[in-house]
């Protein structure tokens, strides 16, 4: 299928469930890319993974009453969230172990609840890998009104995050409230990942935060850049991958991260600066003069 | 000498500090005047850095007070500036040499604010101050340690704090560095600044510093640099080593 027949299919008003999918997974990956670039330099990966799975069980409640999915995720995940920061305080117990903990028991407790539901595998399948079919109109309101809160709060308190996450112990000595911080971190976190959930699904939605920050850290060394490259990078790559999907009958939130996957390769292999080709030129050739990276890259221009 | 009775910029007067239910610092008395550099040493787990945490306000004393120009320490409201561990700060963040040096007024400018351009003067004035203003636009994980260190010590002046505390600057550096970065020390302190610096480095301590104090839990001693050195039972205290030892042996060699 042609790319122009994908923007026909979009527009036929017989498969309205399209575009709405489309809008869905671009802003989630906006969101996620933003939020994600904090999580790639803060090492918070794991945190990610767990606020994914940490989800789970409000979904599985909302789905079973038939409450809303986006408002039943992000209190389970807000509330395991507030758990984590709260045990991790304890100096006995490494903050990866608490996290292990929780991430787990809300995981299972998740599964159990929805095998009550009626029709349990088809759904648990669904929240697992996601679905482009079935977003109802209300969840557009929904994820772009979250969205926009997400990035409106990462934009005011950007400059605490960036202090933060250098050195926390400075950041305290300069009055920073660093344990609130890292609650609405996390909370930023829970909430990017609950409104990507639908199409993306509940196990791959890690790759839509952390892939398009990592691919951006390889390509530049601002994090201005870093912060616009990532749901840049993010949102193209969830129109190729619902593109892919659509044509060829594959799994949407699959495609999407392998289609992250291949963007972050390209990225590996052709940065301009860190890059493993740049690499090897300079190292065969004469040393270069530092320059700064530049935020295009080839991989970028390629695809526009 | 003439002596006066005004109050020290940096006074810890009889400070007991509890950290999980173990007494780490009991009755600890220091001052640091304006326009001294007053060094810190103890060996590892005396409780150097769990001091300059309290001078900072970020633990509260069981017993006695912390006082900045007479006023009690709290964070984020009393002018010190912090120059942490080089390990502690996450280098590999993509983030410029000016960048950080503003970070050091995050608290100051508020929640939702932005830096104006009074305050990028200030981070202009601070780099300069430790001669790194052609290098304001470099990523830092770019630097080396000694430069990575004036940016932190720029970080802490961005505030133009009175008072400065280094915590073990000099580890990991060679000696051009540590030379270099002894000299900017000894200059912001006589520019009229309380610097207060904990090292491993006796020798070099005992040469640059205006006065020494030795720590082990508490103050054992404090003094001008050339009496501290003659004091062996003081050491012998602190370090927990014999009159023998190579450690004082070396102090006398001076």
Redesign the interface.
Known sequence: MSLFEFFADLLNPSLSFLPKALAVAVMSSIVCGVVGCYMV??GMAFIGDTVAHAVFPGLAVAFVVGGNLVLGGTIAGIITAILIAVFAQN?RLKEDTVIGVFFVAAFALGIVIISQAPGYAGSLQQFLFGSITGIPDSDLYVVGITGMLVLATIF??H??F??I???R????????NVFVLDLVLYVLVTLAVVISVQTIGNILVLALLITPAATA?LL????GA?MFLAPVIGAVSALLGLYLSWSFDLPTGGIIVLTLTVAFLLAWFFAPRQGLIAKARRSTGTEQP?VQASPTSPMLEARQ | MTITVETPLLNVADVSVEL?GRLVLEHANLRVDRGELVGLIGPNGAGKTTLL?TI???LRPAGGRVQVSGKDS????TP?G?V?QRH???W?????VS??V???L????G??K??NEADWHAVADALERVRMSDLADR?V??LSGGQRQRVLVA?ALALQPSVLLLDEPFTGLDMPAQELLTELFTDLAHEGRAVLMTTHDLASALFTCDRIALLNRTVIASGPSSEIAADTAAWMATFGVGAESTMLRILKVR
């Open positions: 330099l803060r100096r005011l308190l400059k605490e960036v202090s996450s250098l050195d112990e400075s950041a305290r000595a300069l009055g920073i850290r530049t060394d601002r994090l870093m530092a | 999980s945490r900072l306000g970020l709290r964070p984020g409201r010190i912090y942490p502690e700060f996450a590999d963040f993509p983030i410029s960048n950080v503003m970070t050091g995050t608290g100051r400018l929640l939702f932005r830096p990523p994980g770019q970080r």
